[in-house]
């Protein structure tokens, strides 16, 4: 059984960074797809990155380009480097994950596991 747990989160300034982390247990890490999801209060659930087993990754326009998403399958881990946070970033963060086939160049579209989430909070 999958499992998720998220850590990283905190308060910044705009204009900061962090880097959140996904730990996983479970499964072969190496065949999972991961993605990573944010929500704010009042606000739908915005998917915003994933690394494939494959290490295809992919990103919402909202964090294109200021967001990094990595692997490490030795350590189990992901992560996601965010790079000039503004206030709008401000929500839960939460990964989720989904078993693949080995090498898959295509993210998931439905994940069998999520974390606990994390809080993000960017201030201006």
């Known amino acids: 059984q999958l499992q998720l747990v998220e850590s990283g989160g905190g308060l910044v300034q705009s204009g900061g960074s962090l880097r959140l982390s996904c730990a996983a247990s479970?499964?072969?890490?190496?065949?999972?797809?991961i993605a990573w999801f944010r929500q704010a209060p009042g606000k739908q659930r915005e998917r915003i990155s994933c690394?494939?087993?494959?290490?295809?990754?992919e990103y919402a326009d909202s964090v294109k380009g200021r967001f990094v998403v990595t692997r490490d399958n030795a350590k189990d881990m992901v992560y996601l480097e965010m790079n000039s946070l503004k206030p709008e970033d401000t929500a839960t963060y939460y990964c989720?994950?989904?078993?693949?086939?080995?090498?898959?160049?295509?993210?998931?579209?439905?994940?069998?596991?999520w974390g606990q989430g994390t809080q993000v909070t960017v201030s201006s």
């Open positions: 989720a994950g989904q078993i693949q086939i080995l090498g898959s160049t295509t993210c998931p579209a439905r994940f069998q596991a």
């Open positions: 479970g499964l072969t890490f190496a065949a999972v797809g």
């Open positions: 690394i494939s087993s494959g290490s295809a990754t």
